[in-house]
């Protein structure tokens, strides 16, 4: 199947200080990605849907100055983390949708971030 | 709303066990049903899908039907062997993009 990939796949900074992850489809385009969240023993939450060469969707609740989303080409995806903070640890999965394809979601390995 | 229960874990089965994980759902609409893998150290990947009720899913000899009368689509499997330890993920899907995922149930099986 397709690959997805996500870098770093964990990360740890210090408080007030921005981290960016990078979401890559390796093998095919995607006009869209996705971008979860989930913490401990709870289910994966969309945060945002992000498409290339426009702005980004967030979900209700989600603060776009917080994760801010940039979609540059067909194959890359990055979410920054401004000024995190230690409530902003959690895993980060991105999600992209083949170009040709009708429906399939691909996954990354998901990003861990701790915030001290 | 939209949303997937799916049964804690973690479950620990013997290599040859009989597994089951319950999950069942609530959707507006007619929703499209998922389980997802996570190997370690890996994405989730899809493992099967059905898409109205009545169906089964199968892939690897893991089996769901799509119960729309106990809104179910619980996850089964006759024989489960060690390399199938693992996170599934039971999800929804009712517009184009939007996943709707229960909160994963862990697998461990021990030879």
């Known amino acids: 199947g397709a690959v997805v990939s996500q870098h770093p796949s964990w990360v740890i900074c210090k408080s007030g200080t921005s981290v960016k992850i990078e979401c890559r489809s390796l093998?095919?385009?995607?006009?869209?990605m996705f971008w979860y969240r989930q913490f401990p023993k709870q289910s994966l939450m969309l945060m945002a849907t992000?498409?290339?060469?426009?702005?980004?969707?967030?979900e209700q609740g989600v603060e776009k100055d917080k994760f801010l989303i940039n979609h540059a080409s067909l194959t890359l995806s990055t979410l920054t983390v401004t000024s995190a903070h230690p409530e902003d640890s959690s895993f980060y999965i991105c999600?992209?949708?083949?170009?040709?394809?009708?429906?399939?979601?691909?996954f990354g390995e998901g990003s861990r971030l701790t915030v001290l | 709303g939209n949303s997937v229960t799916q049964m804690e874990g973690p479950v620990t089965l013997s290599e040859e066990a009989f597994l089951t994980i319950n999950c069942t759902y609530t959707a507006t609409g007619y929703p499209s049903l998922f389980w997802y893998v996570q190997y370690p150290g890996e994405g989730l990947q899809l493992l099967l899908k059905a898409t109205k009720a009545d169906d089964k899913g199968s892939n690897k000899g893991f089996e769901a039907t799509y119960r729309k009368e106990t809104t179910s689509f619980h996850l089964e499997k006759g024989s489960v062997q060690v390399s199938d330890s693992a996170v599934y993920f039971c999800?929804?899907?009712?517009?184009?993009?939007?996943?709707?995922f229960g909160t994963g149930t862990r697998l461990t099986v021990i030879p």
């Open positions: 999800a929804l899907q009712t517009g184009a993009n939007n996943l709707f």
């Open positions: 093998d095919f385009q995607a006009t869209t």
């Open positions: 999600s992209a949708r083949d170009l040709t394809d009708t429906g399939e979601l691909f």
């Open positions: 992000s498409n290339e060469g426009s702005k980004a969707t967030y």
